[in-house]
């Protein structure tokens, strides 16, 4: 009996490691372009392998599904201020999009209905990225309006939101800030959120607990000027993380803007520093492929990684500020006035 429990427990061993992702040597590419007039599109989230919405800089919202844009607002208009939107999110039954500026607005799109569900008055205050951990609980975090990030948070699926008392958030270094380039400051995997800085201080603010409690981690990226820094950050799991960015206006020079974590964002490593992408806006990971497979996008082109990060490949030169990856073969981008679909072979 003992004999025969050995070999069935070497057959489910190699039955596993047969069925390990194997990681794209390589990818080509295709894009279609949707042209949305007079807008800056940082902002969209992926409601199904064919359908996303997006928010734009002229206080639009819209859908694009198939090959169709289908408006939702061309132009909200709140006591005559227009939001440019450069944060999205959604649950299963309604959209929210945050504006960025004095004063903030949060509104919230359900059953052909907008509502303004926050808003908040202050000369610093500048929101860059919103998402939610579940249908009931949501987070946003902006640039600090006293000592501490600005962090808004819901419990009832974004019908009220509160903001955090700095006497229960990590206190931010002079000069630290943040950089609403894709709406990908915010990294959520379970009941975890990451939070990432740049300016004078580049660090990742991680809470385990959807944001009741946080702690504060160094990194090595790139950091000391209004715009160097961390522009994005994002997890394939509890444990695996990458964050990238650079400085702005540097796009092509050699500098510390790609790392990565194997401890839930305690320690970082420098990856790839003096090979492409030199400066980005956006990373994701590509789902179900092992933590292997990464798209970073910004205005120098698009790039692929097959090793976690450790390397990357263009694959176009094509410039976009986000991305947001449905499955292996699709993804979906954003740009100035332009929404795209790509499709990954």
Not at 92 to 108: E, I
Not at 207 to 215: A, I, N, P, V
Request: aromatic share 10%; proline share 2%.
């Amino acid at each position: 009996m003992k004999n025969i429990l050995n070999t069935l427990l070497i057959i489910v061993i190699f039955s596993s490691c047969a069925e390990k992702y194997k990681s794209r040597e390589t990818v080509q590419i295709s894009l279609e372009k949707f042209k949305i007039d007079s807008s800056s599109i940082r902002a969209i989230e992926i409601i199904n392998d064919s359908t996303i919405v997006y928010a734009g800089s002229r206080g639009d919202l819209g859908v694009v599904r198939g090959s169709e844009i289908i408006p939702i607002a061309s132009k909200i208009i709140t006591d005559t201020i227009v939001p440019h939107f450069r944060s999205l999110a959604s649950t299963n039954v309604d959209l929210f999009a945050l504006s960025v500026g004095n004063p903030a607005l949060l509104y919230k799109y359900t059953d052909n209905r907008i509502e303004l569900v926050y808003k908040e008055e202050n000369e610093k205050v500048f929101y860059d990225s919103m998402h939610f951990f579940d249908d009931l609980n949501g987070i946003a975090m902006g640039d600090p309006t006293d000592d501490c990030l600005s962090v808004l948070i819901t419990r009832d699926g974004g019908s009220s939101w509160g903001k955090v008392s700095c006497k229960y958030l990590p206190k931010v270094e002079i000069g630290e800030t943040a950089f609403a380039a894709s709406n990908t400051n915010i990294a959520i995997y379970g009941e975890n959120a990451w939070i990432v800085t740049g300016g004078n201080k580049a660090r990742v603010f991680h809470s385990s607990d959807m944001g009741l409690t946080w702690k504060v981690y160094n990194t090595p990226i790139i950091q000391g000027k209004e715009t160097t820094g961390i522009y994005t950050v994002a997890f394939y799991n509890e444990k695996q993380g990458i964050i990238c960015g650079g400085d702005y206006l540097d796009k092509f020079g050699n500098s510390a803007n790609k790392a990565i974590t194997n401890n839930g964002g305690k320690t970082w490593k420098v990856v790839a520093e003096n090979s492409a992408p030199k400066y980005v806006s956006c990373v994701q990971y590509v789902p179900e492929a092992d933590g292997k497979e990464l798209f970073a996008v910004s205005t120098n082109g698009i790039f692929f990684s097959n090793n976690s990060g450790e390397n990357w490949k263009k694959v176009s030169d094509e410039g976009f500020y986000s991305v947001r990856i449905a499955n292996k073969n699709t993804a979906w981008l954003s740009g100035h006035e332009t929404v795209a679909k790509m499709k990954i072979n």
